[in-house]
């Protein structure tokens, strides 16, 4: 009991010198001992490190997670030592909608179809997105958070030890300044003796510890390597994909269904594309081309029959209509009097008319 109280005294008389030493220092009423040159830029080399990687890292998980209370959530489940649950994203979710919509509309009609193919390319963004969260979190986040929450702590538990170590030796100083008599002046100096040693003992420690921050910039930039690519991989993927999407509108929707432009309720397409149909080929805005064989005027105007490679799904809208399936080949022929933006299709005994623009004349 008399050893722990004599331990609390002692502890309460370092920290009460330590106090005075610092307030004096701040007043300008004592001197401060200075860290070596080398030492101090060690010393701000790892604060600019530490400061930015924590920038760094927070904006990162706000690049992966925009929203807050997911974040939040993860945190609270990665401080638990829990998996959190799996939840559907934004994508994901988005591409589930679009399905729906789609099926609900009818996989036959021309939006309907649209709407499943898009769902479908948005649920493979969600999963490639996936993907980049738990790659970029792997190997790029928890090296960095590591460093924060292990060696930066190490080093600064380390950094405090020395100031303390530092307030120590000045202190003693002080008092060495201060004894008059022999007997104190001999005490003095045997503690000041003692204080410097323990303080280059702890400044050859934390320097050891700071000069491995050029080994974790090493570190950390592979892992920023690491980071790009899986960016990379992921902005490819979704390039990939929306590539794959819009050659198949291009393959299954006229380029009607793809511009909005001049929308029209009474035919499947503008008279503005109708006009351009005699014309090699059209292009649309996303950078398809739909191509347009210019005899289709000529057999407009003969009485002769031809065969047509359909190019999109078609929906009668009346009975006068022929309903039409992408690639499949019809009869084609013109009809006195009819609409220039229409033939007559013909698949066995079924008979009725076609717009143009879907078809595609074979030699």
């Not at 600019?48 to 489940?77: D, G, H, S």
Request: some cysteine; aromatic content about 6%.
């Amino acid at each position: 009991m008399d050893f722990n109280m004599k331990k609390l005294a002692a502890d309460a008389g370092t920290f009460l010198s330590r106090a005075v030493q610092f307030t004096e220092e701040k007043l300008g009423q004592a001197e401060k001992t200075e860290l070596d040159a080398h030492l101090e830029n060690l010393l701000s080399k790892a604060e600019c490190t530490k400061i930015w990687t924590e920038k760094i890292m927070k904006q990162t998980e706000v690049l992966l997670q925009p929203n807050p209370n997911a974040r939040i959530e993860e945190f609270v489940y990665e401080k638990l030592d829990r998996k959190a649950p799996s939840r559907i994203n934004n994508p994901e979710l988005l591409g589930q909608y679009m399905i729906d919509a789609g099926t609900e509309f009818g996989p036959g009609t021309a939006y309907g179809n649209a709407l499943i193919k898009c769902g479908e390319t948005q649920k493979r963004i969600g999963t490639a997105d996936r993907e980049l969260i738990q790659t970029s979190a792997l190997n790029f986040l928890t090296p960095l958070r590591n460093f924060i929450e292990g060696d930066y702590k190490t080093i600064a538990k380390e950094r405090k030890l020395l100031q303390n170590k530092r307030l120590d030796l000045d202190a003693a100083k002080t008092r060495l300044k201060k004894a008059k008599a022999a007997e104190t002046r001999s005490s003095s100096e045997q503690e000041l003796r003692i204080t410097q040693s323990e303080f280059d003992r702890q400044a050859e420690i934390t320097r050891l510890l700071l000069e491995g921050i050029s080994s974790t910039h090493a570190h950390h930039l592979r892992c920023l390597n690491d980071f790009v690519e899986a960016q990379m991989t992921y902005y490819a993927q979704c390039y990939q994909y929306m590539l794959d999407l819009q050659k198949q509108l291009g393959r299954c929707f006229p380029s009607s269904y793809l511009s909005n432009n001049n929308q029209t309720s009474g035919t499947p397409v503008p008279s503005s594309l109708a006009n351009a149909v005699g014309s090699p080929a059209v292009a649309s805005t996303s950078g398809i081309v739909i191509t347009s064989p210019s005899n289709l005027n000529d057999l407009k105007e003969s009485s002769g029959s031809r065969k047509a490679r359909v190019l999109y799904d078609y929906d009668a809208a009346n009975s006068t209509e022929l309903s039409l399936l992408a690639d499949e080949v019809i009869t084609v022929f013109s009809v006195v009097g009819m609409d220039s933006d229409w033939l007559m299709g013909e698949r066995g005994n079924q008979k009725g008319k076609v717009p143009i623009t879907y078809l595609e004349l074979l030699n």
